[in-house]
């Protein structure tokens, strides 16, 4: 979702400067680390003593619901996804739910029929968990599936559920090195439905 469809990047790097500031951390340093996994994971990793993970991440979250200004689509994303049968596409975010809700209204993104966030898995991106529990609640195999991504937790995360993985770089601030096709968006990119499956046609913008 966020840095794939929508752009929330700056939202959620206001709010987690906050957290950076609060906890001594060097701001700059930090932001690229967060991107692409459950808050609670990203704050465990830190083992910062007398910060309760859970406790905090939920501050954030709140933070994060109640911060939407900027929050936008990416270029060409919403009517690309409207070239997307209902039932063969979903969003697998690290975000909550209700945040996940609170982003896709903010960009004018209609939330899909199939929408797994950071509640649905006990292990966040990189690990494959939530990609596997999207194909299986869209009713096919992960090896049938492509991710877009934008972030190397997410690539890892589609890399060791089996998919096929694009990275999307319309949010690269902070660009890093991919062996997967890269597009800057979704403008000038359609979808052909057919017996075989879908298929993406057109040329990316640049």
């Known amino acids: 979702m966020d840095g794939t469809l929508i752009n929330s990047i ?3 790097e206001r ?4 957290f950076a500031e609060r906890n001594g951390l060097d701001v700059q340093a930090f932001l690229p680390t967060m991107h692409g996994k459950r808050g609670i994971d990203t704050i465990s990793e830190l083992n910062l003593p007398g910060v309760d993970p859970a406790a905090e991440a939920a501050r954030i979250t709140q933070e994060e619901i109640e911060d939407t200004q900027g929050v936008v689509p990416i270029p060409g994303a919403i009517d690309f996804l409207k070239g997307l049968p209902a039932d063969r596409w979903a969003i697998v975010t690290s975000s909550p739910r209700a945040l996940a809700f609170a982003r896709l209204k903010a960009a004018g993104v209609t939330p899909p029929l199939t929408l797994v966030t950071a509640e649905d898995v006990t292990q966040g991106k990189p690990a494959p968990d939530c990609y596997r529990l999207g194909a299986e609640r869209l009713g096919v195999a992960p090896a049938d599936c492509l991710v877009f ?7 890892l995360a589609g890399e060791r559920a089996g998919s096929d993985v694009v990275v999307i770089t319309a949010t690269h601030d902070h660009p890093f090195e991919t062996s997967h096709p890269a597009i800057p968006g979704y403008v000038g990119l359609s979808v052909e439905v057919g017996a075989d499956g879908l298929r ?6 640049d």
Do not use: L, M, N
Not at 149 to 155: I, L, N, Q
Not at 200 to 205: D, E, L, S, T
């Open 149 to 155: 991504e934008d972030v190397p937790a997410g690539v």
């Open 200 to 205: 993406i046609v057109g040329q990316p913008a």
């Open 15 to 18: 709010v987690w400067s906050r």
């Open 10 to 12: 700056a939202a959620a």
